[in-house]
């Protein structure tokens, strides 16, 4: 591999590895969304209760 | 966008002058271009919500803005692999266009830190509006300083002739250039879903409480 070639995959390399931490920030937070939604449902349902 | 990234690499003729490392023109311009859009498309939300004076266009604007900063930080990295290979150096100062995009990049960086600083409400939502305003007269600046500057080093491949390069590359970067808006689009609609769901979330606990 020239010393381009290995730049050239460098630089494809951040952008993928820039997708890959965006998805796990955004899974991260559904997965925080989906707890404070259950929550809520919890504390909803209680409400109605009594 | 793998579609374009695989014909720029297996079906696009290699630069002449360039050689293999002008692959990197197919990230590179794309990710500015869209960046650029971006930044676009949160003034343009600013300008609605200072017009309407509806809030949604502030968390619009603001998703924008995110999305053009991250961009705008892959710009930067991409150009500069591209500049070592073809310059030898990560970065200079001599030429306008990088100094511009630092600039445009620093500025909707701060966009953040103004926006935090003031308490949420509608004060915060005009003041980042403005803000986000701003920023959009840098693009066009941005964007033709390596025209204006008729500068040896920095590439112009579009000018007002037309586009200096084969119809191959052409193709394949416009595919590329579509592939990008597409993901950036997409990357918007979740990331202002997240925001617009946090929002909701937020507003149903305090009925709640």
Known sequence: ?50 | MIGGYALAFYWAPEDADQGFSQKIFYLHVPIALTAYACFGWGAWKALRLLWTGERRYDLESYTAVHMGVIFGLLTLVTGSIWAKISWGEWWTWGERQLVLFLILFLFYSSYFMLRYSTESGPRRERNSAVYALFGVVLIPVSFLAVRIAGTILHPTVFTHEGANLPWQMLVCFLICLGGMLALAATLYRVELAGKRASVSLRELRELLA
Do not use: F, Q
């Open chain 1, 1 to 50: 591999m020239t010393t381009s070639e290995k730049y050239v995959t460098g630089a494809y390399l951040v952008l993928l590895g820039m997708l890959l931490v965006y998805l796990l920030i955004i899974a991260l937070k559904v997965s925080r969304l989906e707890e404070e939604l259950a929550d809520l449902t919890r504390a909803a349902r209680e409400k109605l209760d009594g």
